[in-house]
């Protein structure tokens, strides 16, 4: 992705249309860990979480401040989480940064997901969604398809059926606020054990939701398109 010119332009894009937010709360397809964890306050190694790439890849650099402020406040709550001072920023959450906010200026927090259970991680959002009232970025970081060993062998090949019909109806479901149908999605979406074999990459987006729950506001794509064959949309909620 970070080799992408055109996927890259259009995060850079994004961001610059948004407000510039007082600190961004990352949660990574790349971070499963219960109870609720949150990462390292203070500045930290990166994650390469990631092998057999060319060496450039480990030599990124993403020097955002901490955010302990934002981590005490996640900390009142949800009741119960653990704190990793030693836990940096793995690729899920640096990747885009490097591209929405290259200045590295926005302090960032990492959090875990604690289940891969669609409700539960929804339930989550909703807890955390006053955070959004004090400026808080909240990034749910996934695919919206992802399945490594059917993706197509060149970036811009056209997409396999699985990957266009689950990308299609995602679109569709967020779009027109049918949060059960998100949630079940396993059972409602077309293709959708093609398109996510292990659902870590789709879990994301219920944290997202769940945040914008209780007062929806304004769900919609602002990034389509496939990459490798699967779909790399991204919406917004407010």
């Not at 993706?151 to 569709?172: G, H, K, L, Q, Y």
Request: charged share 25%; aromatic share 10%.
């Amino acid at each position: 992705m970070a080799d992408d010119a055109v996927w890259t332009a259009e995060l850079a894009r994004w961001s610059a249309g948004l407000p510039k937010p007082e600190a961004i709360l990352m949660v990574s397809a790349h971070w499963e860990e219960a109870p609720l964890s949150i990462g390292a306050t203070r500045p930290v190694p990166l994650v390469y979480d990631f092998w057999g790439f060319p060496e450039h890849y480990y030599t990124v650099r993403y020097d955002a401040p901490g955010a302990p402020e934002l981590a005490g406040d996640v900390r009142k709550l949800v009741p119960g989480v653990h704190q990793d001072e030693e836990r940096g920023l793995d690729h899920g959450a640096y990747v885009p940064l490097v591209e929405m906010y290259p200045d590295a200026d926005v302090p960032v927090l990492q959090m875990s997901m604690p289940t891969l259970d669609p409700a539960r991680l929804f339930e989550v959002g909703r807890t955390l969604a006053p955070l959004r009232d004090q400026g808080v970025l909240i990034v749910g970081s996934g695919f919206t398809t992802h399945n490594l060993r059917a993706m197509s062998p060149v970036p811009d090949a056209p997409p396999p059926a699985w990957s266009a019909e689950f990308d299609e109806w995602t679109d569709r479901a967020v779009e027109g606020g049918d949060v059960d149908a998100l949630l079940d999605f396993r059972a409602k979406a077309p293709a959708a054990r093609i398109a996510h074999p292990r659902t870590e990459h789709f879990a994301p987006l219920f944290v997202a939701l769940g945040a914008d729950a209780d007062a929806p506001s304004g769900r919609r794509s602002v990034i389509d398109g496939y990459w490798f064959g699967m779909a790399k949309r991204s919406f917004q909620f407010g």
